[in-house]
């Protein structure tokens, strides 16, 4: 049995609907389905088991598990709330880590290029702690995902017991089917698209930085099922550990996202340039782009799907439809 926490959100339900497309069914999920329609992400799949996570700790007590993705997190960057968030991303985490290293199980966890901060050092997932050291998380999210990234090289520098396979994985702008729930988290294309299929005007930031054309800010930009792909491909190669970035290692405007879906549609582009909120200006990231040479040279050559590829696929298969679920 393999468990996927968060698996009822985002990323996750991707994760376990890749699981039973690769035939296994013996998949444990732990996530709280709230009142947000959360239930639908995984109303295509099988599962053995849905675990609250009130639960999981006896859950846990005495099983035998192939390997823990760990996916579960307050995930929004406007998160306020320290303790909860500290709880949630940091020491739950820790205790999974302490369970997977006691039960020599492998232990795959979600970490976030948010632990970058404004990107002035860089996007090299360099995993030494002199590196981390120097990274700056902006918000509360970041920073509880980075405190975990630091604590787990900690004891890897010190040599102590960790699972027999750890990975970290530093997800870049994930976008596609099954992340309706999140709200204002969204990509903005899943929060735009209606708009343009209504053929209403889509709203992009103006620059109010010298050089940059409006909505020509930049994200590495990954569809869900490249991200997904890497987590399959470290399941099933248990020798590599570390941490990485999961993007593409191109950056691309909001613009070129847009343009795509206009064109996975068929229609005319209509966008409009509006003022950056002035509260933000100061601090709104103008670029992001990974560096995936590490995970490259680990032995991944899944490859990355071309921006106007993923988009036309999210358009036509989900996004365009009645149903827009995997």
Same mark, same amino acid.
């Given at each position: 049995?393999?468990?996927?926490?968060?698996?009822?959100?985002?990323?996750?339900?991707?994760? $376990?609907?890749?699981?039973?497309?690769?035939?296994?069914?013996?998949?444990?999920?732990?996530?709280?389905?709230?009142?947000?329609?959360?239930?639908?992400?995984?109303?295509?799949?099988?599962?053995?088991?849905?675990?609250?996570?009130?639960?999981?700790?006896?859950?846990?007590?005495?099983?035998?598990?192939?390997?823990?993705?760990?996916?579960?997190?307050?995930?929004?960057?406007?998160?306020?709330?320290?303790?909860?968030?500290?709880?949630?991303?940091?020491?739950?985490? =820790?205790?999974?880590?302490?369970?997977?290293?006691?039960?020599?199980?492998?232990?795959?966890?979600?970490?976030?290029?948010?632990?970058?901060?404004?990107?002035?050092?860089?996007?090299?997932?360099?995993?030494?702690?002199?590196?981390?050291?120097?990274?700056?998380?902006?918000?509360?999210?970041?920073?509880?995902?980075?405190?975990?990234?630091?604590?787990?090289?900690?004891?890897?520098?010190?040599?102590?017991?960790?699972?027999?396979?750890?990975?970290?994985?530093?997800?870049?702008?994930?976008?596609?089917?099954?992340?309706?729930?999140?709200?204002?988290?969204?990509?903005?294309?899943?929060?735009?698209?209606?708009?343009?299929?209504?053929?209403?005007?889509?709203?992009?930031?103006?620059?109010?930085?010298?050089?940059?054309?409006?909505?020509?800010?930049?994200?590495?930009?990954?569809?869900?099922?490249?991200?997904?792909?890497?987590?399959?491909?470290?399941?099933?190669?248990?020798?590599?550990?570390?941490?990485?970035?999961?993007?593409?290692?191109?950056?691309?405007?909001?613009?070129?996202? =847009?343009?795509?879906?206009?064109?996975?549609?068929?229609?005319?582009?209509?966008?409009?340039? $509006?003022?950056?909120?002035?509260?933000?200006?100061?601090?709104?990231?103008?670029?992001?782009?990974?560096?995936?040479?590490?995970?490259?040279?680990?032995?991944?050559?899944?490859?990355?799907?071309?921006?106007?590829?993923?988009?036309?696929?999210?358009?036509?298969?989900?996004?365009?439809?009645?149903?827009?679920?995997?």
């Amino acid at each position: 049995m393999l468990l996927v926490t968060g698996g009822a959100g985002f990323i996750g339900s991707n994760v $376990v609907a890749a699981l039973n497309e690769a035939g296994r069914t013996d998949v444990a999920v732990c996530d709280a389905l709230g009142h947000d329609g959360k239930w639908r992400n995984l109303a295509k799949r099988q599962l053995a088991d849905l675990v609250p996570p009130a639960e999981l700790p006896d859950w846990l007590r005495g099983r035998r598990l192939d390997a823990i993705v760990h996916l579960g997190a307050i995930s929004e960057t406007t998160a306020t709330d320290g303790d909860l968030v500290i709880e949630t991303n940091f020491r739950l985490s =820790m205790r999974l880590l302490d369970w997977c290293t006691a039960s020599a199980t492998p232990f795959i966890y979600a970490s976030s290029a948010s632990t970058y901060g404004d990107g002035a050092q860089g996007f090299r997932d360099d995993q030494s702690m002199s590196a981390l050291k120097t990274l700056r998380p902006m918000n509360l999210y970041g920073w509880s995902k980075h405190l975990f990234d630091m604590a787990v090289v900690a004891r890897a520098g010190r040599h102590e017991k960790l699972p027999p396979q750890w990975v970290g994985l530093k997800f870049f702008n994930v976008f596609g089917p099954n992340e309706y729930h999140k709200g204002a988290m969204m990509s903005v294309l899943a929060r735009r698209f209606d708009d343009i299929k209504a053929g209403r005007p889509v709203q992009l930031f103006k620059s109010h930085r010298e050089g940059i054309a409006d909505g020509d800010q930049r994200r590495d930009f990954i569809c869900v099922d490249d991200a997904v792909r890497v987590v399959m491909w470290l399941l099933a190669t248990p020798t590599v550990s570390g941490i990485f970035n999961v993007g593409t290692g191109k950056a691309r405007s909001f613009k070129d996202l =847009m343009l795509s879906a206009y064109t996975a549609l068929g229609t005319a582009p209509n966008i409009q340039y $509006v003022d950056m909120p002035e509260p933000i200006r100061d601090s709104y990231q103008y670029f992001t782009q990974s560096d995936v040479g590490r995970l490259q040279r680990a032995g991944y050559n899944g490859g990355f799907t071309a921006l106007e590829d993923a988009v036309e696929t999210y358009v036509k298969a989900y996004l365009d439809r009645a149903d827009r679920f995997r």
